[in-house]
């Protein structure tokens, strides 16, 4: 995922906890963030909602990643706030689009 964002967006910050990822969206403006739901503290949807409540960063698209296809899940993201949900592993095809998608390339 990693090289693959590299290719298309140039910066990439990765964040191993839910702490973690916090700060860096506190002190960062993104393009889009893709947010795993599960983290280790505070969990991707908590993340989602710090990122949708900011005024100043609430129209970053946020992509969910989870390994679950639980259409709960699919709600619970919706309902933090998300732009769109992936399942992994993630088609690189699909993750190219919505990479295109959310940063208006061509």
């Known amino acids: 995922m990693k090289k693959a964002l590299q290719n298309i967006?140039?910066?990439v910050d990765f964040a191993e906890t839910g702490e973690a990822?916090?700060?860096?969206i506190r002190a960062n403006k993104y393009d889009?963030?893709?947010?795993?739901?599960?983290l280790p503290g505070v969990d991707g949807y908590e993340?989602?909602?710090?990122?949708?409540?900011?005024?100043?960063k609430g129209n970053t698209p946020v992509i969910m990643l989870t390994s679950s296809s639980?259409?709960?899940d699919r709600v619970k993201g919706k309902m933090a706030g998300c732009d769109?949900?992936?399942i992994k592993p993630?088609?690189?095809?699909?993750?190219?689009?919505v990479i295109h998608e959310f940063l208006g390339l061509d």
Do not use: H, W
């Open 47 to 56: 993340i989602c909602k710090i990122i949708k409540k900011d005024p100043v």
């Open 70 to 72: 639980s259409p709960a």
């Open 90 to 97: 993630v088609n690189k095809d699909i993750f190219k689009e």
């Open 9 to 11: 967006a140039g910066r």
């Open 84 to 86: 769109t949900y992936l």
């Open 21 to 24: 990822a916090e700060q860096l």
């Open 32 to 38: 889009i963030v893709f947010l795993d739901v599960i």
